[in-house]
């Protein structure tokens, strides 16, 4: 079965650091570019980064230089190493899929998503 | 940044009804431009990619059209599972991409 499970999330204090795992399984990370999306509670959906299939990444300005988004090929699972959390950033976080050559570039596989909290 | 703007914010309809969602866009955004739709507690999920096209599965009630700022998604004869929430996206503004606010559409 072609699917996306995302794991650790959890409440985490202000200015602490968590690591989200994406474990993918049906299809390869590396053959895919990926990326991960959060939606705060009650709101709409943000776009936070995406991994090439050549490694390189990029980040929407609210996280950049906080979060890291990095695969390892041999577990087949994505990553999100995320620090200096703040409140801002609680939320659902769910990891994707980018459809290329069939659908340009939308996201055509969604995790279920985990769930990560920052307070005190 | 190109901010996208979905109106309506929520929109009141009854099953067998025509939906009309709008997205419009601060700037000209090319056709890489999708429609998604999150049911309560669910992970969203591609309808429509390249302003028109359908993702796999997708049944052809629902479609998409428009150019340049101005996107809507239509949804002929609603069934009950179409009551949701649907979120615009664009790539235009690449590697970045963006996402809408939101339409609530919900039954009347």
């Known amino acids: 079965e072609v699917q996306l499970v995302e794991t650790g999330g959890g409440l985490i204090q202000p200015g602490g650091s968590l690591r989200l795992s994406c474990a993918a399984s049906?299809?390869?990370?590396?053959?895919?570019?990926m990326t991960w999306v959060r939606q705060a509670p009650g709101k709409g959906l943000e776009w936070v980064s995406i991994?090439?299939?050549?490694?390189?990444?990029y980040y929407a300005d609210s996280v950049k230089g906080r979060f890291t988004t990095s695969r390892d090929n041999s577990k087949n699972t994505l990553y999100l190493q995320m620090s200096s959390l703040t409140a801002e950033d609680t939320a659902v976080y769910y990891c994707?899929?980018?459809?290329?050559?069939?659908?340009?570039?939308?996201?055509?596989?969604w995790g279920q998503g985990t769930m990560v909290t920052v307070s005190s | 940044e190109i901010v996208l703007t979905q109106s309506p914010a929520t929109l009141s309809l009854s099953p067998g009804e025509r939906a009309t969602l709008s997205c419009r866009t601060s700037?000209?955004?090319?056709?890489?431009f999708a429609w998604y739709q999150q049911k309560s507690g669910q992970a969203p999920r591609l309808l429509i990619y390249?302003?028109?096209n359908r993702a796999t599965g997708i049944p052809a009630r629902f479609s998409g059209s428009g150019y340049g700022t101005d996107f809507t998604l239509t949804i002929s004869n609603l069934e009950p599972e179409d009551f949701a929430v649907y979120y615009c996206?664009?790539?235009?503004?690449?590697?970045?991409?963006?996402f809408g606010q939101g339409t609530k559409l919900e039954i009347k």
């Open positions: 994707a899929r980018v459809c290329i050559s069939v659908c340009s570039y939308a996201f055509d596989m």
């Open positions: 049906g299809f390869s990370v590396s053959s895919k570019d």
């Open positions: 991994i090439y299939t050549s490694a390189t990444t």
């Open positions: 700037q000209s955004v090319s056709s890489y």
């Open positions: 390249d302003t028109s």
């Open positions: 996206q664009q790539r235009s503004t690449w590697p970045r991409y963006s």
